[in-house]
């Protein structure tokens, strides 16, 4: 199995910035993509922003040009630097990943707990 653990969550004014992280951890044969979903009340949950191993990061519309995703393969792990933050950023944001672990040939979904982000006006 994997497990994720995420940090970096918190309250920050509009305008502000803050940077998430989540690190893999487990029988890890190989990780294919890392990223970030969110969820806020009353909605559904979203894809952020994610990237594969050596390549560039994928965005909704609505992040682009103020996240930033990266990913340091050696330490399994993905971050989230979110800039100009904007109340419509509020949500639980959860990391996961697409992974392949020791015990099966196939590749599957893994998800963190979930870090609140909440962005005042």
């Known amino acids: 199995q994997v497990q994720l653990v995420e940090s970096g969550g918190g309250l920050v004014q509009a305008g502000g910035s803050l940077r998430l992280s989540c690190a893999a951890s487990g029988s890890i044969f190989s990780i294919n993509v890392m990223g970030w979903y969110r969820q806020a009340p009353g909605k559904q949950r979203e894809l952020v922003a994610n990237?594969?191993?050596?390549?560039?990061?994928n965005y909704v519309d609505s992040v682009k040009g103020r996240f930033t995703i990266s990913r340091d393969n050696a330490k399994n792990t993905v971050y989230l630097q979110m800039n100009s933050l904007k109340p419509e950023d509020t949500a639980v944001y959860y990391c996961y990943c697409i992974a392949t672990i020791a015990k099966s040939p196939l590749p599957s979904h893994y998800w963190g707990q979930g870090t609140q982000v909440t962005v005042s006006s």
């Open positions: 990237i594969i191993s050596g390549g560039s990061g």
